[in-house]
Nanobody, 125 residues
Framework: VQLVESGGGLVQAGASLRLSCAAS????????MGWFRQAPGKEREFVAA????????LYADSVKGRFTISRDNAKNTVYLQVNSLKPEDTAVYYC???????????????????WGQGTQVTVSS
């Protein structure tokens, strides 16, 4: 599985972005997808996950109410709508896939098997 993120950029505090992650492969609709981020000097942290069916989502407390994860299985794409951005949201954002068929929602990075190259989000104050 190959994952390619896009949509990052340099924005001011309060702005919004829509991050996309396009996946290769025929089994996308059976896989749970996640978004993580890593700020300079910090460990990679969980942001959000969406179940293979799209019926359930999970968020980190720090982004709940501001970020929305969604997916379009027909397009093999997962999205992360990021609103009301704060300087502390500055990080490289990665999407990841859990290739366990029809898995539940996962917060731990070790649960995910493949990762994209990341897209930079920089929020200025």
């Amino acid at each position: 599985v190959q994952l390619v993120e896009s949509g990052g950029g340099l924005v001011q505090a309060g702005a919004s972005l829509r991050l996309s992650c396009a996946a290769s492969g025929r089994m996308f609709s059976a896989y749970t997808m996640g978004w993580f981020r890593q700020a300079p000097g910090k460990e990679r942290e969980f942001v959000a996950a969406i179940k293979w069916s799209g019926s359930s989502t999970l968020y980190a407390d720090s982004v709940k109410g501001r970020f929305t994860i969604s997916r379009d299985n027909a397009k093999n794409t997962v999205y992360l709508q990021v609103n009301s951005l704060k300087p502390e949201d500055t990080a490289v954002y990665y999407c990841a896939v859990d290739t366990t068929i029809r898995a539940g929602l996962r917060r731990l990075s070790r649960s995910y098997d493949f990762w994209g190259q990341g897209t930079q989000v920089t929020v200025s104050s």
